[in-house]
């Protein structure tokens, strides 16, 4: 008997054409925003089902080559208008950022729909958009088994409480170490994840970029370190892919148990160290499973533990 | 047969009195110094034998505790005057600190003299001082066979050129993140270890605090994590002791292959996770094997690569 296909995930965020100051020069209307890069990694696993809006002036080539991924673009709006941007000035040694312009445009007014054919999925990810719209996105998906969500210190500060509404009807929340610990008003990480655990999420995922992340999972931490890159481009999207990913492995895998959650954060922090050796999408569009293969066994040899 | 006792590590480093501000409270002339902090972490694996100055003021009993745990403290000269004494204020996360004031009083006159018994020692651990202090021990030394050294971005500013010497005489160099980076002068982890390793020492280890530490030996890179803590009281000597159970770990193991290493890692990283739950050495002093031992199952189950 063949292997089912993978089930769908869901992916909801944005779509832009971001202007970039990187130490390697000076990139515009580079094509980015939550759900594309989280679509892209999670077609490295699983199909991806995407809802977002653009402009006119988003490509259609990028459109289709997501769709030649795997990636269901039913979902996305393209409505007059141009597409949001970011502008952003990174620091020399990429340790930081600062927002040179954000332009809504047509992302001021996005509402998602969600197309018939996606409410049955049973994975979602809510990328890091106003908590306001994840709850609309939830209302309706029929029966979403495992929804997993990002958020950002914007919406931490300024919709704390339509962000802990979202947190009561998560499964997953996907944030850094910074995020959590405003969201819980604690710097010690493991306090502070008991204290978001206590909010609703059955399990948290802790983003420490270059160092990896960790799992809280319903009384278990685990640990997973992230491939040291030599080549370090444009951390645009890093945290993206990684969620993108992590949905794509559950998804594959079928299963949300610890040690599949576990090997999905690994399978996670490995994709997402490829989108910082490229601008944009550049390098994520170039992964093929060989690749992600090959990186994971260094990533392993590194990380066994010894003691 | 009996199983040989360990060799000895020599231990050369600073001693202080410090005056601590800290988010649990203000403590004064708290028993630190790399040196006690090294000896300490190290005297849970193997002898250690300390070299440095204090001044009168010195607690006797605290040389009478060290020497109850197998330091040999021969190599302590106490001189008329004041012990070194570093104040300083940490922030209220303990993410960062600031130095208040630094007394170097006896210690500005240290000119670390190896006892006779100590020469032959084949560990050597020279803690954070000046590079050309390192020198000078290392010069009375007759045949080191395994020797670390730790440094800060004072000497790597101030004196570069012999810092540059005594990477030349080491087999290892213990240094954090950011003293790497300064030291290199190139930010991406990879290629400033590559820089430094062509410098002399050949193997790097790079501590990374709360996140773990990183090993280049010889082309191998390997991650170690550090254990997360739910008490943080202060982080003063951490990297002290990390350093210090390396060195002793290794000289218990009588071997310096990376996979010895490698174990030598993850121990240091616990040791140095106790050392932050107490106020100065106070936690350090209560570690025993089973502590350790507990903590280090407690590291490999969160940390065993899945994926």
Redo the contacts between chains.
């Keep these: 008997m063949p292997k089912p296909s993978p089930a769908p995930v869901l992916i909801v965020g944005s779509m832009a054409l971001d202007d970039l100051e990187l130490p390697c020069g000076n990139f515009k209307d580079v094509v980015g925003g939550s759900a594309v890069f989280s679509a892209m990694a999670t077609s490295l696993f699983a199909p991806a089902q995407m809802v977002g809006v653009v402009g006119r002036d988003f490509p259609t080539k990028v459109l289709d080559g997501l769709r030649a991924r795997g990636v269901d673009t039913e979902g996305v709006e393209v409505v007059e208008g141009r597409t949001f941007k970011w502008a952003g000035r990174y620091a ?4 930081s950022r600062e927002t040179l312009d954000t332009q809504l445009n047509v992302f001021a007014d996005f509402a998602p729909k969600i197309p018939e054919t996606f409410r049955q999925s049973r994975f979602v990810l809510l990328g890091n958009i106003h908590p306001a719209l994840q709850l609309e996105v939830l209302s309706q998906m029929q029966a979403p088994a495992f929804v997993a969500a990002d958020t950002m210190n914007f919406w931490i500060d300024g919709e704390r409480s339509a962000l802990l509404r979202v947190l009561e009807r998560i499964e997953c929340l996907i944030i850094n170490d910074e995020e959590l ?1 405003q969201l819980a008003e604690e ?5 502070a994840a008991a204290k978001v655990l206590s909010m609703g999420p059955k399990r948290l995922v802790v983003k ?1 970029g ?3 992340a ?1 799992l809280f999972d319903q009384g ?4 997973v ?1 992230a491939y ?5 481009l444009d951390p645009t999207g890093a945290g993206d892919s990684f969620a993108g990913a992590l949905l794509g492995y559950v998804a594959r895998a079928g299963q949300t148990d610890t ?1 599949t959650l ?2 999905a954060l ?2 996670a922090t490995t994709v997402a160290s490829f989108c910082v050796e490229g601008v944009g999408t550049a390098r994520l569009a170039e992964v093929h499973g060989d690749m992600l293969g090959a990186r ?1 066994s260094e ?2 040899a ?6």
Excluded: K
């Design positions: 020399s040694n990429l340790g610990r710097h010690n990480i493991r306090r420490r270059e160092y990896g960790l278990c931490l685990c640990f370190p040291p890159l030599e080549t370090e040690t576990r090997r690994v399978h994971l990533l392993r590194l990380a066994t533990f010894e003691g």
